[in-house]
């Protein structure tokens, strides 16, 4: 009985939260990668872009909301993700045609467009913080838990309960139907083959005539579906304050990086290795060891290796050690 309660309480504080902050951070590296393999360059504007998205869709929200307007059980945000991933294309378009294109047509080195992009992210940060403000804001609605810790304790009859909030089921259905959708598209369609074409051999794919005009738009469309949706999860998951977004900025690289830039399954798994990392190590494990170990083994301190103030910490360490021992990263993308 006790193994069961140490597996209900690590599936509850670490199993479950993990693989939704892990869906989601794997949603926003697919973006940095995107960019970065076709684009060619680290878009440091990627999280307060995820900000943008996420308070457009916030906006929208709040105004079905005042309508009356409403998907029962599930949060009402789900229908104005689409009028979000408009705004935010219209956005990054608009960046691309105004700023970005410019640099690319003079050929400068990526680091000139990384430091161009550190400027339009404090322009993107400005103008949600103009909008929104920089506190919290709710626009979670809908049933709150798919399993909550009264009725599986009434089901079960376990001390420890497990609780698993609708936001962390819709993140994982979202994201796996968001990345299905994302590898058909880029397997299957003529414009997917183009991209991929386009990233790996850009002067090849040129001469094919393969159009990079287009191929760069589409690319734009896509993260910013992809960095909205993220977005959005994660702020009904935890909470939305724009600073918050600015703080993912590390996390999602992190993610993009240890598996592999510019590589699509790399992204995915660098999410999942970092979002397993922060929540592993500062999680405060005595409740589970006090389950699963003897009495006389169980801990009298928390056993938590670092405070949760520190957890972008764990990111930036392993990004550093995946950059020192294999720069390639797990899945062997492109070097940084």
Same mark, same amino acid.
């Given at each position: ?232 999860? *994660?702020? =009904?998951?935890? +909470?939305?304050? !724009?600073?918050?977004?600015? @703080? /993912? &900025? ?5 993610? #993009? ?33 006090? *389950?699963? =170990?003897?009495? +006389?083994?169980? !801990?009298?301190?928390?056993? @938590? /290796? &670092? ?5 972008? #910490? ?23």
């Amino acid at each position: 009985m006790d193994l069961l309660n140490a597996l209900v309480a690590l599936a509850n504080f670490v199993l479950i939260p993990a693989v939704a902050y892990g869906s989601q951070l794997a949603l926003g590296a697919l973006g940095v990668t995107l960019i970065y393999g076709i684009l060619r360059f680290s878009n440091f504007a990627h999280g307060d872009t995820m900000a943008f998205g996420t308070m457009v869709t916030i906006l929208f929200t709040w105004w079905f909301q005042s309508m009356g307007l409403s998907l029962g059980p599930l949060p009402t945000a789900l229908l104005a993700i689409p009028f979000g991933i408009a705004g935010t294309a219209l956005l990054v378009l608009g960046t691309d045609r105004v700023v970005y294109r410019f640099y690319r047509a003079q050929k400068v080195k990526p680091v000139i467009l990384v430091m161009v992009s550190l400027g339009v992210m404090f322009v993107y940060n400005g103008i949600t913080r103009i909008i929104l403000g920089p506190d919290d804001q709710n626009f979670a609605d809908g049933e709150r838990f798919l399993i909550s810790a009264r009725d599986f304790k009434a089901m079960t009859g376990l001390d420890e309960a497990l609780a698993i909030r609708t936001t962390q089921a819709l993140t994982v259905v979202v994201a796996v139907i968001v990345v299905a959708a994302l590898f058909w598209f880029l397997n299957r369609t003529r414009t997917g083959k183009s991209m991929r074409a386009y990233s790996d051999n850009e002067d090849l794919a040129l001469l094919s005539g393969i159009n990079p005009e287009k191929v760069e738009r589409v690319t734009w469309v896509i993260v910013a579906a992809l960095v909205t949706i993220a977005g959005v999860l *994660y702020g =009904l998951d935890k +909470s939305y304050k !724009p600073f918050t977004y600015f @703080q /993912l &900025l590390l996390p999602i690289f992190a993610a #993009a990086i240890v598996g592999g830039l510019g590589n699509p399954l790399g992204a995915i798994l660098g999410g999942f290795v970092i979002a397993f990392s922060e929540v592993g190590i500062t999680y405060a494990w005595k409740k589970v060891l006090g *389950y699963a =170990l003897p009495d +006389s083994l169980a !801990p009298d301190g928390l056993v @938590q /290796l &670092l405070s949760t103030d520190y957890k972008f #910490a764990v990111s930036f360490v392993i990004l550093v050690i995946v950059l020192l021992i294999k720069p390639t990263g797990l899945m062997k993308g492109k070097s940084v």
